[in-house]
């Protein structure tokens, strides 16, 4: 368990972590950091063996390091790869678990890739415009908006 500046807190894949609150996985999203979900942390914790029931301040160093290295590598323990948030990636087509900056800098990099070959998408997020179909006469108007000219 990391120490940290805080008391109350402990780290967690530097991220604090309040050492009152239970080790449930309803609270682990609120907490943790992006990229583990309420479902992963679930799992995560049920690899571990860890009891749901415990606080964050009561957990060993050996169990907050089993949940990292569970976290970090998912397929080692047998977490299924539909479960995963990084499948078939399209550099090296391998399935993993993106967590923190990590999803940050693979999401630019995916847009960067789509606009650069100018697909359909790439060019919608370029525009700003909505990407999944929406419509958008009526909705979405934000932005610059369009002066109306008066009659002379």
């Known amino acids: 368990m990391g120490e940290c500046p805080h008391s109350q807190s402990t780290l967690l894949n530097n991220r604090l972590i309040r050492k009152k609150y239970k080790v449930?996985?309803?609270?682990i999203p609120n907490f943790s950091p992006q990229g583990v979900g309420r479902r992963y942390a679930h799992v995560v914790l049920r690899k571990a063996d860890i009891d749901l029931t415990k606080r964050a301040?009561?957990?060993?160093?050996?169990?907050?390091e089993r949940v990292i290295t569970i976290m970090q590598n998912p397929r080692q323990y047998k977490i299924?790869?539909?479960?995963?948030?990084?499948?078939?990636?399209?550099?090296d087509g391998k399935y993993s678990q993106v967590l923190a900056n990590g999803l940050d800098n693979k999401l630019r990099e995916d847009l960067e890739r789509l606009k650069k070959i100018r697909a359909h998408r790439g060019l919608?997020?370029?525009?700003?415009?909505?990407?999944?179909?929406?419509?958008?006469?009526?909705?979405g108007r934000r932005g610059r908006t369009v002066g109306?000219?008066?009659k002379k």
């Open 24 to 27: 449930k996985p309803n609270l």
């Open 57 to 64: 301040g009561e957990l060993t160093e050996d169990e907050v």
């Open 80 to 91: 299924p790869d539909w479960f995963l948030n990084r499948q078939k990636d399209v550099k």
């Open 124 to 139: 919608r997020h370029f525009w700003g415009l909505r990407v999944r179909g929406q419509h958008t006469k009526t909705t």
């Open 148 to 150: 109306v000219s008066k």
